[in-house]
Nanobody, 124 residues
């Protein structure tokens, strides 16, 4: 069992930056691929970014490519999402997810564990 706790959300002006963190419990964190998803009010959950177990492979949604960066520190059991040049349309609850595979995935159903989410609000 893996427990995930997100932090780092908040209110920021358009053009600003935030860094989200996701701390994971468990000794096998380094063998899990990790992902970030988000859900805006009235919309379905959508993929944001994913990273393989080693960090060697990363994937991004087209809407965030070039602005967001996913990374991980296996020694700290933590995955990060650096968000730059934020836009009002980035406003959502952001969720961290873990997959019991070393290869990353972009579909939510491929993930086994989810955090509670952290709110990100970008004002115009």
């Amino acid at each position: 069992q893996v427990q995930l706790v997100e932090s780092g959300g908040g209110l920021v002006q358009a053009g600003g930056s935030l860094r989200l963190s996701c701390a994971a419990s468990g000794r096998t964190f380094s063998s899990y691929a990790m992902g970030w998803f988000r859900q805006a009010p009235g919309k379905e959950r959508e993929f944001v970014a994913a990273i393989s177990w080693s960090g060697g492979s990363t994937y991004y949604a087209d809407s965030v490519k070039g602005r967001f960066t996913i990374s991980r520190d296996n020694a700290k059991n933590t995955v990060y999402l650096q968000m730059n040049s934020l836009k009002p349309e980035d406003t959502a609850v952001y969720y961290c997810a873990a997959r019991e595979r070393v290869v990353a995935a972009i579909r939510g159903y491929e993930y086994d564990y989810w955090g509670q989410g952290t709110q990100v609000t970008v004002s115009s």
